[in-house]
């Protein structure tokens, strides 16, 4: 199948995710992870973009957003970019920090609720914790004690 313009795609509730460049872990460390949940969370809000769920994990991270697709693209290029950079200058390197550009599924109001369970329940799959609230890198707009 061939690419599909996001411009194309409806307003609504998207399933973002996006994985670090080669075999790079763009949010290795704690404060890595931390900043990131706190600049996806400001970049999102300043481009008014609502967050249901996002989980951070060391390598990639995933989202369920909320809102018109221009907003949406906006708010991850902000994120991203700013990210990139304070990433890189951090270790003092350049270059690459993501892979590619996001990848997003349209996500259906009715199923809103399942994806974000499947997004917060990522560190449990990937065997770094029992239970959802003890991943302290996961926001969801529904509270973490309910999934």
């Known amino acids: ?24 872990a763009p949010f290795e460390t704690p404060d890595d992870r931390t900043a990131a949940l706190a600049m996806l969370l400001r970049a999102c809000d300043r481009f008014e973009v609502d967050v249901e769920a996002a989980t951070i994990m060391s390598t990639h991270y995933h989202a369920i957003l909320l809102g018109a697709t221009a907003r949406l693209s906006a708010a991850l290029q902000w994120f991203h970019s700013r990210y990139a950079r304070a990433f890189n200058r951090r270790r003092s390197r350049f270059g690459h920090v993501f892979a590619e550009r996001f990848a997003c599924k349209t996500v259906e109001e009715d199923q809103v609720y399942d994806r974000c369970g499947y997004v917060l329940a990522n560190p449990i799959k990937a065997g770094l914790c029992d239970q959802i609230q003890e991943w302290p890198w996961s926001y969801s707009k529904y509270g973490l004690e309910r999934f």
Request: aromatic share 16%.
């Open 1 to 24: 199948m061939g690419y599909i313009r996001r411009s194309s795609l409806p307003d609504g509730y998207f399933h973002i995710w996006i994985r670090g460049d080669r075999e790079l």
